[in-house]
């Protein structure tokens, strides 16, 4: 108990967060946009119904017997797909931003020459924001669109290997259920690991 009062009277005397703080905090924090996980949501809920299609065509399940499995299921592969999407961004974002920091330095540092010719010369710490606020958009987006793929190309894969060839003997309905979950739990599962 006294623990706790120690820590609250600590955070009422520090100084708000600045500006800089904040940015560096979001920047190695877990957390996505809003807008990125909503990107993430739709598309983890239309790579999670394609198995359906498959079931649907290939395997003759009827939909309007299979609709609550159906339902269910890509639910549940929708979850782990978003979170796999999430973990994998996580884990892409600094070695992306560690890779690209030549390429945008020089792109930014252009960009401020070319405006410097109206303004006399900028701040070196306006260059340097200038820089780091490029440098996380560009790690930002390239993790987005990487995480979307492997995990989506991950996802297919395993459930055409499971649907195919490991499941081949069970009824289709089992299949289904098998290789989708399968599928969705393994991706989510190694996408916890750290590279």
Known sequence: LQHYF???NLRTMSAPLTAEEEILLNDFSRKVPRSTSILFHLNALFVSALPIWLFWRIQQLELNT???MFGIVTL???FLMSLAYKNVKY????KIAQRRHAGVTAEVMQQVADASSEKKKAVKKEKDDRVL???TEVADLE???FSIFYNNALFLFLTIILSFYVLKNFSAGANYLGSSVTSACIVAFLSTGSN
């Open 91 to 94: 884990s892409l974002k600094h």
């Open 66 to 68: 299979y609709g609550i």
């Open 6 to 8: 120690i820590q609250s």
């Open 76 to 78: 549940i592969s929708t």
């Open 133 to 135: 606020f490029k440098k």
């Open 143 to 145: 993790a987005t669109h």
